[in-house]
C-alpha cells in the first residue's frame, strides 16, 4: 500500500440523528443536521480547498480558502462554519470562488519560503497541495515585509518549530486545546505580528507547559511543527495500523514506514480508544526497538558469576528445555514456574501460561498484573462477577460526575486523561461534569487549565477504605441511595446487612476524620455529588439521574486492603445505581498495555483463561480434552510465594517473559535473595534488565513493531497487534515460546498468533466470537464477544450483573501492618510521571530522559524545614527494608507527612525501601505505604554502589569465545 | 443665579471646570449638567435658557454682568432647532447622575411600560419602530431580541457595545457621559425583554468619564432596575473589540479576537450563552420607543430606515457637534448647511462617513439621503453616524494607504485577507505613489480589495476596500498625478 | 519475615479483612482453599500456630478437615 494520509473530512462529525439533505454542485446528499457544508461536500467526495479546517478540532474559519456560495444568501460564506440547511442549494466552484481563493493563496504564498523542494514536508504539505488545487501560478506582490528567515525552535527532542514556515492558522493552538487539553500554545502579538508561541514569547517548547503529545504537529498542515524523525529520514511511503504497546489506554496508530524503517508513528482517528490522540509515549519514545543495548542473540552461562556466551537459538532452546527437565526430574514438577508478560501480546501469554500448566505439568503461573491490578480481579469478580471495567472510553463523555481515587490520569493514562478533560472543560455546549479526586497529592488534574476538582479529599496513604466507607455512611444515612435499582438488580438482604454496617457511627466521616485526615464535611459534599444530589441542576427543565462514573488505578489497589477497596468501590456504585449504562461505571484505569489481556488470558495460577478457577472440574476439562493433557486442579504459588519457595530451597526454575521483576517488586532484596536461590532463570526480554543479573539463560525478545498479535486494553477492547519490520531477533515471542515448549517434547504446531487466538476463542466463552479475520473487519472488538453480542460489549451489566445479583461486600477498614513511628515518621507513597513507562526500560532508552532524567522526591516545605533540606538536594530514603538516595524537591502537591517518587530509574531503584506487605486476598505489594525516614546524604548508599558493581558484573558478554 | 455647565468630557477638554470654578468663585449656583452637544461653543454656560460660549474664566463677570455677547437662547440656536431629539432630548438640561432630573424627565417610564405591558408586547414595540442596529450593521433591534427570547437557556446576557473606536464619533459616550439612566433603562427593558438577568457595559478604557458615571448610575439605579443586574467592563484599547464576536471573547477575558458566525451571539454568544449585543444608542432609543410607542419613532425617517439617527459631525467642519435627525436628511445638507461647511474656509474635497473603513464621498454625491439602503447602494455606509470633513488639501492615495495600514495595525490576525493583505495593501499603495507599475498596482489593489471584502471574516478587513477604492474612483487624479511626475 | 511467619501474617490479614463476614471462619478457609498452593495450606498447617488469631487458627483446623474429609 502506498503512503496515504487519513482522510480529512475538515470538521469533526456530529452526533445529530436529524437528518437534512441539500445540493451541493448539483449533486444531492443527506447528512446529519449541524454537519458542516465542508463536511458534507468531503462526504460526497467533494474537497473544497481549505487550511484552517481539519476533522479533530473544531471549525475556527480563518484561512478564508473554503468560501462558498449559497443560493438565497448574501457573500461567500466559509464552508466549514456554515451548517448545512435542508434544501440548500451550494456551489463550490465559480469564477468568482476561485479568484477569491487564488487571492487568499496568492497572499499566503508572498508569506512563504520558496523551498518546496528541499522542504521535509514535500509531498507532504497542505499548502502545497492546496495552491496546487486553487491554481496559484504567480504572486504579483512586491514583497517588502515577511516572516521569514526566523530562527528555529529546535528545543524539542522529537520535533522542529520553524515559524517561517507558519500560515497563522492555529491548527496547534486548537489542537493543544481542545484535543490535549494543555493549552500550552498560544497566539502571540495580533494582526501581522501574530505567532504561535509556547507560553510567554521568552519559552521555548521544551521550557513551556508542553506535554509533547504530538497534537500540534499532527495538526500542522505545513512543515512549521514536524517530526525531527521525517526532518532526517524523508517522508514515509506505506503505513500499517496497529495499537501502541505502552499504557492500558491501547491507542491505535499508523505506524508509517520508509522501507523497514519507522518514520512516526501517528495516531489513528479511527481507534477507538483514542480517536486520533497520542501521548509523547506512544508517538514518539520508540527507539528503544533500535536501541544499541538491544540484545539479538540467545546468551546462556551455568552460574550468574561468569560472563554472558552468545549462542544460537537452536543451542539455546536444547540447554533450556534440559535445564527445566533436569530440575523437574531432581525437585519435582513444583519446582518450576513462569511469569507471563501483561507487555506481550494475549497470544504469547496464552502461550507461557500453557507451557506452564502443559509443560512444566503445575500452576506455578502469574503475570505482572500481581503487583498492578490482581485486587481488581478479586474485587470485581466478587462483586459484579467479572474481572473488568464496565464501560469503554466513550462513555466518560455521558458522565456528568467523575470520582477520580488513587490515578493520576494525566501521567499514567494520558490519552484518556485528556478525553476525560474535554468532558470537565463542558465542550459540546454541555455543562462541564464535575470532579472529585481521592489522592493523597495534588495530582495535576485537581487543578488544571479550566478545570477544578469541585472536592479533592487528600486523604493519608492507606486509608482508602476508610473514606469510602464514609461516603457509603452519608450516602445511605442521608437516604440518597437508589433503592429501586438495588432491589431490583442487586441481593436486597446483602444491601441491608452493608447498609447497616456502613450506617453505624464509628464509620460516619466525623468519626474517621481522624484516621484519613479528610475533612468530614468536604467528604460529606463529596459523596453527595457522586449520588447525584450535590450537583445542583437548576436550570435543567427535568430532573434526571446523574450519571457518575468511577476511574480509579494502582492507588487503590497496591495497598494492604486493595481488594476491599475495589469493593468499597463497588459498593458505592450499586449503592447510587451508577452500573450498566453510559456515563456511569466502575473503571480501573490498568497500568501496562495488555495487563487486562494478560489476566482475560488465565496468567493467574488459580485460574484458567476467562476467570474460571482451576478446581472448576468442567472447565479444566474444557482444557485438559484440547491440549491432552491432564491439570493440577490445585492453584500454583503467586509471584512473592514462588521468591519465599526459593529461599526456602523448594522453587527452583522460573521462565519469566518481558518483566523486570528485581527492579518493579517490593523489597528488593527479597526478590534478589529469591532469584539467587534458584538454579534456571530464563529472562525473555528486550535488554539485559535488572532481574538478568540472576538468569543464566537470556532469550532476546521482539518488540511490538516486530511481531502479529493482539492486546486487550482497559476497557476490554481486543486491539490487533500488527508487525510492520522484521524481528531483529530472528523471532517473534511467542516463536520463542513455542520452540521452547517443541524442546521440552510438546506438541504445538502454530504457524501463526491467529491460530493460538484460535485456541484462545475455541476454549474462553468470553472469547467465543474472536478471530483475526473478525479484528480487521471491525479493527478492535470488546469482550464478551459471544453468539448473544457478536460485536462485542461496550457497557457491561446493562440488565443485569454477569454474577446474576449485584453482591454488597461488606469492607471493614483494617489499618496496615506498616506503621509510621519515631524511626519512620514519614509514608512514602510512589507513582509514575508522563514521560517514562514503570521501570523505565524502554522509555529511559528513548529522548524521553531530556524530561526526567531521575527519580526524585517530593517533600511538603514543612517536612523540608524540619530536616534542613531544601529542592535539589541529596536525601537518603530509608524504611525497615532498605535504604536509598535521591534528590529532593520541596513542594505542597504532598500533604505534610507524606513523601512521594517515581519508581523509573534503576540507580535509584525505590523498591529497594519497598516493604513485603501486601492485599490481604491477592498479595498485591503495598507499594503505595511504606513507612521512611528522610535525611540529609552525600551520595549513594553502600547498597547502590554494591548494586553498581554487580550489575556491572552481571551485564558480562563473553564474545570472543566462539560458541560451541 | 443658576448656571449650568457641562461636565462632559469635551466640555471639560475645552475648560469647563475652569470656567465653573470662576462662576462659584463669583457666588454663582454651579450646576454641572450635560452637553447640548455643540462642541464648537464649549464651554457653553447656560443661564436661565441663554447661552454663553464658547466661554473662559475672564467672561465670567461680563456674563454674570449681561454684558458679554450671548447666543441668544440655546434652544432656538439653528442648529438645537433643526433637530429632531429624542435620545438626547435631555442633553445640556438634565444632571447626569441625578435620578430626580431623570425622573422629571420621563425617565423610567419606559421601563415601566414594558413590564406593564409584557415581554412579548416589549419586542413587539421594538420591531413595530423599526429600530436597527445603531453600531453600523444596521440589523433590525428587534429580529435579534425575538431570537434571543425565542431560546430556551439558564443564563441569557445583554451586552453593550460602547467601545466606540470610529473616527468622528462620540455620540456614545455622550450617552454615557449625559444621560447614563437611559442607558441602563434600555438595558434593563432589552433584559426583562429576553429574560436575561445579566447585562455588561464593554467600554473603552480612553472613556474614563463615561466609565466613572455609569459605575455611579449603575449603582444608584440598581434597585430601580433589580432584578437585572449591570456590569462595566473596560476595554483595553483594541479596535477590533468593538466587533461583536471580539468583544464577547474579551469580555470572557480572551484573546480579541474575531468569532466565525455561526452561531449567532444571539444563540451562542457571552460564555457560550444566548446574547443580546446592541451598540450604546440602540438601548438607549429604546426606553423613548416604550414611552412613545413604536409606532411614532416609525413615523419618522424614510424607507427602511426608521427614526432618528444622532449624528456626529467633526474633522474640518465648522460646527462640529452632535446632530440628532430622522433619517432622510441628505449628506450635503448635514455638512454645508448644519456643518457649516470646513473651519478651514477652503472647499470641501470630501467626507469619510461611517468611521475609518467608511466610503471617501466626495460633493457630487452629496445628494446620498441619509438612509442604509440609499448609502449601501452607493458602496458607502452609515456605521455609526460619524462624518469626518475634509477640505482639498487632503491627498487621497495618502488616504487610501491610511485605510490599509490602520487595517495592518488593527487587525486581530485571525483571517488571512485582513492578516496578510493589509500589509500587502500598504506595501502596494507604496508603490503607486513611488510611481512604480501604477496600472498593474492598482489593478492588484482591486484584486486584493475584492479578495477583502469578500473574504474576511468581518467588518474590518472586509470593509477597508470600501475607503481605499472609493478613493481610487472618485479621485483617480491623486494616484495617477505621482505617475507623471 | 520467613515463609513461615509470612504464612501466618497472610492468614491472620484474611481473618482481620473477614471478620464482618457472616461465617468467618468458613470464609478464610474458602478463601485460603481457592488461592494458596498445596505447599503453603501445608505448611501452615504443619507449622507453629501460636500466632494466628482465633479466626484463623479455627479457620487452618477447618481446611485440615476438609482435605481430610476429600
Known amino acids: 500500500m502506498t503512503y496515504q494520509p487519513q482522510a480529512d473530512f475538515g470538521t469533526p462529525g456530529t452526533k445529530n440523528t436529524e437528518m437534512a439533505s441539500l445540493t451541493i454542485d448539483g449533486r444531492t446528499i443527506c447528512v446529519p443536521v449541524g454537519t458542516s457544508i465542508m463536511r458534507a461536500a468531503a462526504q460526497q467526495g467533494t474537497s473544497i480547498p481549505k487550511l484552517c479546517a481539519t476533522d479533530s478540532v473544531k471549525s475556527f474559519g480563518s484561512c478564508r480558502l473554503c468560501l462558498v456560495e449559497i443560493d438565497g444568501r448574501k457573500g461567500t460564506p466559509a464552508s466549514c462554519t456554515t451548517p448545512v440547511e435542508p434544501g440548500m442549494v451550494v456551489r463550490t466552484q465559480t469564477p468568482h470562488l476561485a479568484k477569491l481563493r487564488k487571492g487568499v493563496m496568492e497572499l499566503y504564498i508572498s508569506d512563504h519560503p520558496l523551498d518546496c523542494l528541499t522542504c521535509a514536508a514535500n509531498g507532504d504539505c497542505e499548502l502545497q497541495d492546496q495552491a496546487g488545487a486553487v491554481g496559484l501560478r504567480d504572486v504579483r506582490y512586491d514583497v517588502q515585509a515577511t516572516h521569514l528567515g526566523q530562527e528555529k525552535d529546535q528545543s524539542n527532542p522529537y520535533f522542529d518549530f520553524d515559524p517561517s514556515k507558519c500560515i497563522a492558522c492555529s491548527r496547534c493552538i486548537r489542537a493543544c486545546d481542545e484535543v490535549q487539553g494543555t493549552l500550552a500554545l498560544t497566539m502571540e502579538g495580533r494582526g501581522w505580528d501574530s505567532k504561535i508561541s509556547a507560553g510567554f514569547a521568552s519559552d521555548n517548547f521544551m521550557g513551556s507547559e508542553c506535554v509533547s503529545c504530538g497534537a500540534c504537529v499532527q495538526a500542522c498542515p505545513t512543515a512549521t511543527l514536524i517530526e525531527k524523525k521525517v526532518v532526517e529520514v524523508g517522508t514515509p511511503e506505506r503505513s500499517v495500523v496497529t495499537t501502541c504497546a505502552y499504557c492500558g489506554v491501547g491507542c491505535t496508530f499508523r505506524a508509517e514506514m520508509r522501507g523497514e524503517q519507522l518514520v512516526r508513528m501517528v495516531p489513528y482517528k479511527d481507534g477507538k480508544a483514542n480517536r486520533g490522540h497520542s501521548c509523547v509515549k506512544g508517538r514518539f519514545a520508540w527507539g528503544y526497538a533500535q536501541h544499541q543495548e538491544r540484545i539479538l542473540k540467545p546468551m546462556i552461562r551455568s552460574s550468574i558469576d561468569q560472563p554472558w556466551r552468545e549462542v544460537e537459538w537452536d543451542e539455546a532452546f536444547a540447554y533450556t528445555a534440559s535445564e527445566l527437565k533436569r530440575i523437574s526430574e531432581k525437585y519435582g514438577r513444583h519446582a518450576l514456574g513462569g511469569i507471563t508478560s501483561s507487555r506481550c501480546t494475549n497470544e504469547e501469554t496464552f502461550l507461557v501460561q500453557k507451557l506452564v500448566r502443559a509443560g512444566f505439568g503445575n500452576n506455578n503461573v502469574d503475570t505482572c498484573a500481581r503487583v498492578c491490578h490482581s485486587p481488581t480481579g478479586y474485587g470485581l469478580k466478587t462483586t459484579f462477577g467479572t474481572s473488568a471495567g464496565t464501560q469503554d472510553f466513550d462513555s466518560v463523555a455521558d458522565s456528568d460526575v467523575i470520582l477520580i481515587i488513587g490515578a493520576n490520569p494525566t501521567d499514567g493514562h494520558p490519552v484518556f486523561a485528556s478525553r476525560m478533560k474535554r468532558r470537565l472543560r463542558g465542550q459540546d455546549g454541555r455543562p462541564p461534569a464535575k470532579l472529585i479526586v481521592i489522592d493523597p497529592r495534588r495530582t495535576d488534574i485537581v487543578r488544571s487549565p479550566h478545570i477544578e476538582a469541585q472536592h479533592h479529599l487528600p486523604l493519608r496513604p492507606g486509608t482508602n477504605v476508610a473514606v469510602l466507607t464514609a461516603m457509603a455512611h452519608v450516602i445511605v444515612t442521608e437516604g440518597l441511595a437508589d433503592e429501586a435499582f438495588i432491589r431490583e438488580r442487586c441481593d436486597w438482604d446483602e444491601y441491608s446487612h452493608w447498609a447497616d454496617f456502613v450506617s453505624q457511627a464509628r464509620n460516619s466521616p466525623e468519626n474517621l476524620q481522624p484516621v484519613t485526615l479528610v475533612d468530614a464535611e468536604e467528604l460529606r459534599a463529596a459523596a453527595r455529588l457522586y449520588a447525584g444530589s450535590g450537583g445542583s441542576r437548576s436550570g435543567s427543565p427535568q430532573r434526571r439521574k446523574i450519571n457518575a462514573a468511577i476511574y480509579y488505578g494502582l492507588g487503590v489497589t497496591e495497598h494492604s486492603q486493595g481488594s476491599s477497596t475495589v469493593m468499597a468501590i463497588a459498593n458505592l456504585a450499586m449503592a447510587t445505581g451508577n452500573i450498566g449504562r453510559r456515563g456511569v461505571g466502575v473503571n480501573p484505569l490498568r497500568g501496562q498495555n495488555n495487563v487486562q489481556g494478560a489476566c482475560d488470558m488465565g496468567s493467574f495460577p488459580h485460574e484458567l483463561s476467562g476467570y474460571r478457577h482451576i478446581s472448576d472440574g468442567d472447565a479444566r476439562r474444557l482444557f485438559e480434552d484440547d491440549w491432552g493433557v491432564s491439570l493440577d486442579p490445585e492453584p500454583g504459588l503467586r509471584i512473592p510465594n514462588m521468591l519465599d519457595a526459593a529461599v526456602d530451597g523448594v522453587f527452583k526454575a522460573l521462565y519469566v517473559q518481558g518483566e523486570d521483576i528485581l527492579h518493579s517488586d517490593p523489597n528488593t532484596a527479597h526478590v534478589s535473595a529469591g532469584l539467587a536461590a534458584m538454579e534456571c532463570v530464563i529472562v525473555h526480554d528486550l535488554f539485559l534488565n535488572e532481574t538478568a543479573h540472576y538468569a543464566h539463560i537470556f532469550l532476546p525478545g521482539s518488540t511490538f513493531l516486530e511481531k502479529n498479535g493482539t492486546f486487550t486494553n482497559a476497557e476490554r477492547r481486543i486491539q490487533p497487534v500488527r508487525k510492520v519490520m522484521t524481528p531483529l531477533n530472528g523471532l517473534e515471542d511467542w516463536e520463542v515460546t513455542q520452540a521452547l515448549a517443541q524442546a521440552m517434547g510438546l506438541d504445538w504446531s502454530y504457524s501463526h498468533p491467529s491460530e493460538i487466538m484460535d485456541e484462545i476463542a475455541r476454549l474462553t466463552p468470553t472469547f467465543a466470537g474472536v478471530s483475526f479475520e473478525r479484528l480487521d473487519e471491525e479493527g478492535s472488538l470488546q469482550w464478551p464477544v459471544t453468539a448473544d453480542a457478536p460485536d462485542g460489549t461496550p457497557t457491561m451489566h446493562v440488565d443485569g450483573f454477569v454474577r446474576g445479583k449485584g453482591k454488597f461486600v461488606v469492607t471493614d477498614y483494617v489499618p496496615t501492618d506498616e506503621k509510621t513511628g519515631p524511626r519512620f515518621p514519614l509514608l512514602l507513597t510512589t507513582g509514575r510521571i508522563l514521560s517514562h513507562y514503570n521501570v523505565g526500560a524502554q522509555t529511559r532508552r528513548t529522548e524521553n530522559v531530556a524530561w526526567h532524567k531521575e527519580d526524585l522526591l517530593e517533600i511538603h516545605p514543612i517536612d523540608a524545614e524540619d530536616r534542613g533540606l531544601k529542592s535539589g538536594d541529596w536525601v537518603k530514603l530509608a524504611s525497615r527494608a532498605g535504604e536509598t538516595t535521591l534528590r529532593a524537591t520541596v513542594t505542597d502537591r504532598v500533604a505534610p507527612g507524606v513523601v512521594y517518587t517515581t519508581f523509573h530509574h534503576a540507580v535509584t531503584q525505590a523498591n529497594v525501601v519497598t516493604t513485603d506487605y501486601s492485599d490481604w486476598a491477592t498479595n498485591c505489594p503495598e507499594y503505595k505505604v511504606t513507612a521512611v525516614q528522610i535525611s540529609a546524604s552525600n551520595g549513594p548508599t553502600a547498597w547502590q554502589e554494591e548494586y553498581e558493581a554487580l550489575s556491572e558484573r552481571a551485564r558480562r558478554i563473553d564474545t570472543g569465545v566462539p560458541a560451541e | 443665579m443658576i448656571v449650568r455647565i457641562s461636565d462632559d468630557a469635551v466640555a471639560i477638554a475645552c475648560g469647563a471646570d475652569a470656567v465653573a470654578e470662576a462662576f462659584a468663585c463669583a457666588g454663582a449656583d454651579v450646576i454641572r449638567v450635560s452637553s447640548w452637544g455643540m462642541h464648537w461653543l464649549e464651554p457653553l454656560v447656560d443661564i436661565e435658557g441663554v447661552g454663553y460660549g464658547a466661554a473662559t474664566p475672564s467672561q465670567v463677570s461680563e456674563i454674570i454682568a449681561g454684558t458679554a455677547p450671548s447666543i441668544g437662547r440655546i434652544e432656538d440656536h439653528p442648529f438645537i432647532a433643526r433637530q429632531t431629539r429624542l435620545t438626547f432630548a435631555r442633553a445640556g438640561k438634565t444632571r447626569p447622575i441625578s435620578l430626580d432630573d431623570y425622573y422629571a424627565s420621563e425617565g423610567w417610564l419606559g421601563l415601566a411600560k414594558a413590564r406593564q405591558i409584557g415581554q412579548d408586547a416589549t419586542i413587539a414595540a421594538v420591531r413595530a419602530s423599526g429600530l436597527r442596529g445603531r453600531g453600523g450593521a444596521g440589523f433590525p433591534a428587534g429580529i435579534k431580541w425575538q431570537t434571543v427570547a425565542g431560546t430556551m437557556s439558564d443564563q441569557k446576557y445583554i451586552v453593550c457595545n460602547a467601545d466606540e473606536g470610529d473616527s468622528a464619533t462620540f455620540a456614545d459616550r455622550m450617552v454615557m457621559e449625559g444621560d447614563p439612566f437611559m442607558l441602563i433603562e434600555g438595558m434593563a427593558i432589552a433584559g426583562f425583554a429576553v429574560g436575561a438577568s445579566k447585562g455588561f457595559v464593554y467600554i473603552r478604557s480612553e472613556y474614563p468619564h463615561a466609565i466613572a458615571k455609569m459605575e455611579a448610575a449603575i449603582s444608584a439605579s440598581a434597585h430601580l432596575i433589580a432584578p437585572f443586574t449591570i456590569e462595566v467592563r473596560v476595554g483595553a484599547g483594541a479596535y477590533i473589540c468593538g466587533e461583536e464576536t471580539s468583544l464577547l471573547n474579551s469580555l470572557e477575558g480572551k484573546r480579541g479576537e474575531v468569532r466565525a458566525k455561526p452561531p449567532l451571539p444571539a444563540l451562542e454568544g457571552l460564555f457560550g450563552k444566548p446574547t443580546v449585543v446592541n451598540n450604546v444608542l440602540t438601548l438607549a432609543a429604546v426606553p423613548w420607543i416604550l414611552a412613545h410607542g413604536g409606532e411614532a419613532y416609525a413615523a419618522l425617517g424614510m424607507g427602511r430606515s426608521k427614526g432618528t439617527m444622532p449624528v456626529q459631525l467633526a474633522g474640518n467642519i465648522k460646527h462640529s457637534g452632535l446632530f440628532e435627525v430622522a433619517f432622510g436628511i441628505t449628506l450635503g445638507e448635514l455638512v454645508n448647511v448644519v456643518g457649516g461647511g470646513t473651519q478651514s474656509g477652503r472647499a470641501v474635497r470630501c467626507v469619510q462617513v461611517g468611521g475609518p473603513l467608511g466610503a471617501y464621498i466626495p460633493p457630487s454625491r452629496f445628494d446620498l439621503p441619509f438612509d442604509y439602503e440609499a448609502f449601501a447602494a452607493a458602496d458607502a455606509l452609515i456605521g455609526h453616524a460619524g462624518i469626518t470633513v475634509f477640505d482639498d488639501t487632503v491627498d487621497m492615495a495618502q488616504m487610501a494607504r491610511f485605510a490599509m495600514e490602520f487595517c495592518a495595525a488593527e487587525s486581530c490576525g485571525k483571517c488571512t485577507p485582513c492578516r496578510l493583505g493589509s500589509t500587502r495593501g500598504v506595501e502596494t499603495i507604496d508603490q503607486i505613489i513611488a510611481g512604480k507599475n501604477v496600472e498593474a498596482n492598482m489593478a492588484l489593489i482591486a484584486d486584493l480589495s475584492e479578495t477583502m471584502k469578500y473574504g474576511s471574516l468581518c467588518a474590518l478587513g472586509g470593509f477597508t476596500p470600501y475607503p481605499v477604492m472609493s478613493a481610487m474612483t472618485h479621485f483617480p487624479e491623486d494616484f495617477m498625478v505621482r505617475n507623471a511626475s | ?70
Do not use: C
Open chain 3, 1 to 70: 519475615m520467613n515463609s513461615a511467619e509470612r504464612l501466618v501474617h497472610m492468614a491472620n490479614q484474611i481473618a482481620a479483612n473477614l471478620a464482618t463476614d457472616d461465617d468467618p471462619v468458613s470464609a478464610v478457609a474458602y478463601h485460603i482453599q481457592l488461592f494458596w498452593d498445596p505447599r503453603m495450606k501445608k505448611l501452615i498447617q504443619e507449622n507453629d500456630k501460636a500466632g494466628l488469631s482465633l479466626v484463623a487458627a479455627e479457620a487452618i483446623s477447618r481446611l485440615a478437615e476438609t482435605k481430610d474429609a476429600a
